[in-house]
């Protein structure tokens, strides 16, 4: 055992070619287990493994028990770079600066026959978050004997028959751990000869739904209070509520072909592929994947990453493929080879189950709250309604400071976000309106033509489509504020880019392919996401501004005399980075609302205001706050201008920068604090000092990334605003920031 841990741990050699003769062994002796073998198979094994090491070494297995030492204390900290561990990292945010440690003690030996074991444990149950301690333990065994799954262990309960007096002396330390740290534990031990060691403990993984009923149920037994709670949920695993589970009715004719352990709940289905490499390939492809695999192990977690679920042959309820997945928030089902017949065959991609054979790419599916398998596809439905997170969610915005709105452009995407709290709409964008098959024509017509009249011919078409959609958002959203961005994109991006297709276009518009080429290629932009669009298409063509402006006020109007409710509507103008500007499009603005609203013989209040997402807008703030009565940060551009690379390019080159630790996270996932975060705190502070009462948000998708959500509280905006399904997330990390930091 300790030359072929050596010889993998510290000198990276790997197990398979020991793991092969331990077996040839096993089957040369007919025995099952490794603990089956006699002292004189263990001591050829060393021999063997001893020839093993010189052959691919190039030098005896060192005897020396210094060098022995020395050469695991530098593996240790080697272990800090390797791949997986820089996934970890960037999965969890950890800074690569902190570095490692490594303690050298004393082993407690749980291999020392049959009154030693090993084993661990949780207070509580890590998938459901029921009060009852549960655990799993192997007799005569050592720690990675139970984490590996290379032997499937007994539950902790057993080990009141096996060892009485051990068990109760395990179960009076593990109460006393739970009540000093007030959390559920996640315990190791070993019992070498009888006696009971602890070898560690730390607030245990779980499942999103264990977390809300742990956090609820501690609230209720006094353990702690409701702020307490509301830190003890990561904000990330509610996504695993919200998101699809198996349709009943679909599952009643899907057929069951084995079950394994329910290791982490939720509902999977994907295209079967046997290797973590394989699983990131197929991912990069847009394939939905299953990890299909003996056990996982460390170097597995970047294709665990990108699954939609994860089996396992072997393993329990700890191994590491259940705890991992657990704390991903991904659906997992282990040891299905404990109850079932399992061959799997990587050589030649293959897994069969009970008889039922699974090429690489076949569909599978299993649940990770039943343990089912099931062949094929099976349809999914939306999460159902969980009473804890009511609770758990009326406490987070209880002490939340920060208002949250979700980005909806269509009706549907307001009520889902609104569904899930959304307190308003901070970014509707009205571009995404236009590409619909009705209204492309009118559209492109208005793009083709070549003077005022006929763009406000074509202009005249859209309109009626335009106020449709805002009133839609209106009726869902009420009195709610609702934030309407005008057109942003260049305007080729409406166009056609294939020869056949221009050449349809044409014959609908009316006009020769040779005019539709000459305002394509008139419209080509070296770099259009810094071209003609935003702001810039109004000052070129007011009545572009005119049209949406009457769309924006005719919808309010008419909502708020049909609901009897006082609709503000938000007008924003994207782009903007001189103050000028601003005003040229905002009296645009102005003068046609206040026209609409004075021939309406009514009372209406709204507001312009602008995006902040060029560096210079930002640099400005204090004079662009003259003009704009609320300010909202587009991060996503932002980041692009401040950095100086494209979001759609940057994927060739980041990876390297990751790999070089010039970045160790993605800025369009997460805000960068030190550069475009500063722009944010300056804009944030310079405007209020022209306009005490400026609103002050954020519309990127950063709006929903629990760390960008902390800083936009930490610097005193008013709102965040994200994707319908990541509202959840961001209030309860804007509760989180406001306990942390209150204002």
């Known amino acids: 055992r300790f030359i072929q841990m050596y010889s993998d741990v510290v000198m990276e050699l790997g197990k398979s070619f020991f793991e092969e003769r331990i077996d040839a062994m096993k089957e040369r002796k007919g025995v099952k287990q490794d603990v089956e073998l006699d002292a004189n198979d263990l001591k050829e094994l060393v021999k063997e493994f001893k020839q093993i090491y010189l052959e691919k070494q190039g030098e005896e297995f060192p005897q020396d028990p210094k060098e022995q030492l020395i050469g695991a204390v530098k593996a240790v900290f080697r272990s800090w770079d390797n791949p997986r561990a820089n996934v970890y990292r960037k999965m969890n945010e950890i800074p690569y600066e902190w570095g490692t440690a490594v303690n050298v003690q004393q082993m407690a030996f749980g291999n020392s026959g049959m009154r030693s074991g090993t084993g661990v444990a949780f207070t509580r149950n890590p998938a459901t978050g029921e ?11 050592q720690g990675e004997d139970v984490v590996a799954g290379i032997r499937t262990p007994s539950p902790i309960s057993k080990l009141h028959e096996e060892m009485p007096e051990v068990y109760d002396q395990f179960v009076e330390i593990a109460g006393r751990l739970e009540a000093y740290y007030s959390d559920m534990q996640d315990m190791e031990f070993t019992i070498e000869d009888g006696h009971l060691f602890m070898l560690q403990t730390r607030n245990g993984k779980r499942t999103a739904q264990a977390a809300l009923q742990i956090a609820c149920d501690l609230v ?23 998101h699809p589970q198996f349709d009943a009715a679909a599952l009643k004719a899907a057929e ?27 991912n990069e492809r847009g394939e939905k994947v299953v990890l299909v695999r003996l056990e996982t192990s460390p170097e597995d ?54 008889g039922k054979v699974f090429k690489e790419g076949d569909f599978i599916s299993i649940d990770g709250t039943t343990g089912n398998i099931y062949e094929g596809q099976v349809a999914t439905v939306a999460a159902t309604e969980n009473a804890n997170l009511n609770r758990f969610m009326g406490w987070a915005d209880k002490y939340r400071q920060l208002q949250v709105f979700a980005n909806a452009d269509n009706p549907h995407d307001a009520q889902q976000g609104s569904d899930f709290g959304a307190e308003g709409i ?92 000459n305002v394509i290629d008139s419209l080509h932009e070296f770099n259009p996401m810094m071209g003609h669009r935003g702001c810039r298409l109004a000052v070129s063509y007011p009545e572009i501004a005119v049209m949406q402006t009457r769309a924006v006020i005719n919808a309010a109007l008419n909502v708020s005399k049909k609901k009897g409710i006082k609709i503000v509507p938000h007008i924003m103008i994207p782009l903007v980075g001189e103050v000028k500007e601003l005003k040229f499009v905002k009296d645009v603005v102005v003068k046609t609302a206040d026209e609409i609203i004075a021939a309406a013989g009514v009372e209406m209040k709204y507001e312009v205001g602008t995006m902040i997402e060029i ?31 494209s979001r759609d390019d940057a994927g060739k080159f980041l990876d390297y920068y990751y790999e070089n630790k010039i970045y160790e996270l993605d800025p369009f996932a997460h805000l960068d604090q030190n550069g475009v975060g500063k722009l ?64």
């Open 680 to 743: 944010v705190e300056m804009a944030a502070k310079l405007g209020r000092q022209t306009r005490p009462d400026l609103g002050l948000g954020i519309c990127g998708e950063h709006g929903g990334d629990p760390t960008s959500v902390e800083f936009c509280h930490k610097v005193g905006l008013d709102y965040v605003s994200c994707s319908p399904f990541r509202v959840p997330i961001a209030r309860l990390a804007a509760a989180q920031a406001a306990i942390k930091f209150p204002r």
């Open 220 to 242: 209720d037994e006094g353990v702690i209070d409701e702020k307490t709670a509301v830190l003890r949920v990561e904000p990330k695993q509610l996504d695993t509520l919200l």
């Open 426 to 517: 901070g970014l509707c964008r009205t571009e995404h309106m236009f590409f619909a098959e009705d209204r492309i024509k009118a559209m492109r017509e208005m793009i083709v033509a070549d003077n005022t009249a006929d763009r406000e011919k074509a202009l005249e078409k859209i309109l009626p489509y335009q106020q449709g959609d805002f009133e839609g958002l209106y009726e869902v959203m009420g009195e709610r504020p609702v934030t309407i961005r005008y057109l942003d994109p260049p305007l080729h991006e409406f166009l056609p880019t294939k020869e056949e297709d221009i050449k349809e276009i044409a014959g609908e518009l009316g006009i020769t392919v040779e005019k539709l080429h």
């Open 301 to 354: 977690i970047v294709g665990m990453q990108v699954s939609q679920g994860i089996l396992t042959v072997r393993g329990g309820m700890t191994s590491h493929a259940a705890v991992v997945a657990r704390g991903m928030g991904t659906c997992c089902v282990c040891g299905c080879g404990n109850s079932n017949d399992v061959v799997i065959d990587y050589a030649a991609k293959t897994f069969s189950i009970n």
């Open 131 to 141: 009060k009852k301690l549960m655990g799993e333990y192997l007799i005569n065994a």
């Open 256 to 282: 069951v072909v084995g079950k394994g352990l329910a290791a982490s709940p939720g509902s999977a289905c994907g295209k079967v592929v046997f290797s973590a490499e394989d699983a990131a390939e197929w």
């Open 615 to 645: 560096p210079r807008a930002a640099l400005t703030a204090d004079e662009i706050a003259k003009e704009a009565e609320f300010f909202s940060f587009g991060t996503n551009d932002l980041t692009q201008m401040t950095f100086g690379f």
